[in-house]
């Protein structure tokens, strides 16, 4: 069996990998050799960002088995010809639902606070005041609720917030949740709630979600967080609405198009943060990857159950094979 690396790794990773199939040969691909090295791969962990990969080749010569995806979004590695064929996908959602959880945070209370003014202020040694918004008491909506949604759900519970949600598998509603509802629901998700966050995969039905219509339903003067995908969101809606002043601001780790563009009107609204595409960045990423992975990979051997198991279609994990849940056994 011939195991293709495509996220970095040190030789510790590789050893590791290498003790969880001691018969496999081990190919670290870097981001570079992916396209290359996975046309000869039985099974594929990593996500390429550098050089496309041709997924119809893949899938065409039958060789390639398992991609084991080392980020929770699958948009990277699922398409068309990769969802039709018999070859097993699993993520990464919920590894990093902690690092999301802190990333949300920061874009949510940099917004409420009005830390974009105050540090602009602060460059021209200008000492302001101005009302600041709370997160406290308020009534946040969580769109999607996977392991990040349900991370986050428990980062914002002690703000004494009331907590709505919507999902494609409304289950397992924890208690500190005011309501989970199915994904149908968005509409009375988006008419009450003041601060809306999306933590949705990017696929066929979430592409372009959140455009003009849903966010005329917004509260005015609500919040807007995106750290799911880009493409969820309508980019020159949401401008739109900043513009008027029916949304107080937005919170964007991920653009429609990334790097963002110079031109983008985003860069110039002063109701905006953005940071680039850095949720899920963690010191331990790849070890906690390797750790993720090597446990998959020795329940594949063992032809067990794997964590994370993907619906190809719908692009994420049903929550009873999700990684978020088995922790949640052991706790």
């Given at each position: 069996m011939r195991i293709v690396i495509g996220y970095p790794v040190k030789p510790h990773h590789l050893k590791q990998i290498a003790a969880a199939a001691p018969d496999a040969k081990i190919v670290d691909a870097g981001q570079q050799r992916i396209p290359e090295e996975i046309l000869r791969a039985d099974v594929f962990c990593g996500h390429?960002?550098?050089?496309?990969?041709?997924?119809?080749?893949?899938?065409?010569?039958?060789?390639?088995?398992?991609?084991?995806?080392?980020?929770?979004?699958?948009?990277?590695?699922?398409?068309?010809?990769?969802?039709?064929?018999?070859?097993?996908?699993?993520?990464?959602?919920?590894?990093?639902?902690?690092?999301?959880?802190?990333?949300?945070?920061?874009?949510?209370?940099?917004?409420?606070?009005?830390?974009?003014?105050?540090?602009?202020?602060?460059?021209?040694?200008?000492?302001?005041?101005?009302?600041?918004?709370?997160?406290?008491?308020?009534?946040?909506?969580?769109?999607?609720?996977?392991?990040?949604?349900?991370?986050?759900?428990?980062?914002?519970?002690?703000?004494?917030?009331?907590?709505?949600?919507t999902d494609a598998f409304p289950i397992h509603k924890p208690s500190h949740v005011a309501e989970l509802w199915p994904a149908d629901r968005l509409d009375d998700l988006l008419v009450m709630s003041d601060i809306v966050i999306l933590c949705v995969p990017l696929n066929r039905w979430t592409k372009g979600m959140i455009a003009t219509p849903q966010l005329a339903r917004m509260k005015p003067g609500a919040t807007l967080i995106n750290v799911a995908r880009g493409p969820v969101v309508v980019e020159a809606d949401l401008v739109a609405a900043l513009h008027s002043g029916h949304l107080a601001g937005a919170g964007v780790d991920v653009t429609e198009i990334e790097p963002l563009p110079a031109a983008s009107p985003l860069w110039e609204l002063p109701n905006v943060i953005i940071t680039p595409h850095v949720g899920a960045q963690a010191v331990r990423r790849e070890n906690d990857v390797t750790d993720f992975f090597c446990e998959n990979l020795r329940r594949y051997l063992a032809a067990r159950p794997l964590v994370n198991l993907v619906d190809k279609e719908l692009g994420f994990p049903h929550p009873d094979h999700a990684w978020i849940m088995q922790r949640r056994k052991t706790d």
């Open positions: 390429a960002k550098e050089r496309p990969v041709p997924w119809d080749e893949v899938v065409a010569q039958g060789r390639l088995r398992w991609i084991q995806s080392s980020a929770a979004g699958l948009d990277h590695c699922l398409t068309p010809s990769v969802i039709r064929s018999d070859i097993t996908v699993t993520s990464a959602s919920g590894l990093f639902a902690d690092q999301v959880a802190e990333q949300t945070l920061a874009l949510l209370l940099g917004l409420l606070r009005s830390l974009p003014m105050f540090f602009r202020a602060s460059l021209q040694r200008e000492f302001i005041r101005r009302p600041t918004r709370d997160l406290h008491h308020a009534t946040v909506g969580i769109v999607g609720f996977g392991g990040n949604g349900r991370r986050l759900a428990e980062v914002l519970a002690p703000f004494k917030t009331r907590i709505l949600a």
